[in-house]
């Protein structure tokens, strides 16, 4: 069953937003929770990750400082809190369950249940 990803829009450069992602009709499973995000003509990139043993963190260095993944309490939906935001933030954003060792935490191809995206576009 596919992650569903929400919270997307269209605000101005310096603003906020925060995205969410939840797996329709079950908790997560896996290791872990990323957002990765595709802008137009680009290829996908890591955004940041939770993993649940310890709830650890990581995050692009684009995104360090600005962006902040969480999760709800039972593990239901993870949340990217964006602040600061920039034109170059604008792109699709995708949660994905990792189901990798640690080590392949910003690979893409170590995630599972992509969600169909949600377009998140910065004004100048």
Excluded at 16 to 31: I, Y
Aim: aromatic letters at 12%.
């Amino acid at each position: 069953v596919q992650l569903q990803a929400s919270g997307g829009g269209l605000v101005q450069a310096g603003d906020s937003l925060r995205l969410s992602c939840a797996p329709s009709g079950r908790t997560f499973s896996n290791n872990g929770v990323g957002w990765f995000r595709q802008a137009p003509g680009k290829e996908r990139e890591f955004v940041a990750a939770i993993r649940w043993s310890g709830g650890y963190t990581y995050y692009a260095d684009s995104v360090k400082g600005r962006f902040t993944i969480s999760r709800a309490g039972a593990k239901n939906t993870v949340y990217l809190q964006m602040n600061s935001l920039k034109p170059e933030d604008t792109a699709v954003y995708y949660c994905a369950e990792h189901r990798g060792i640690l080590s392949t935490i910003r690979v893409d191809t170590s995630y599972d249940y992509w969600g169909q995206g949600t377009l998140v576009t910065v004004s100048s």
